[in-house]
């Protein structure tokens, strides 16, 4: 099973952090097949990362 990377553990992270995150999710979805468990969690997860990167970086 496929981990989906959630609001809380994306948080505390930076901004090159989930860039970097988010280019390696990518990278992963492009090795998924359509229709599975595994390509879905993979889009769940650049779902919350880019929602993670559009909040405004602590101080």
């Not at 999710?25 to 919350?48: F, G, I, M, W």
Request: contains cysteine; charged residues 25%; glycine residues 0%.
């Amino acid at each position: 099973m496929c981990k989906i990377f959630t609001a809380l553990e994306l948080h505390n992270k930076s901004r090159n952090e989930l860039s970097a995150l988010f280019r390696t999710v990518t990278q992963e979805l492009n090795e998924t097949n359509p229709d599975t468990a595994k390509r879905r969690n993979r889009l769940a997860s650049l779902e919350n990362i880019s929602r993670a990167m559009l909040k405004p970086s602590q101080p």
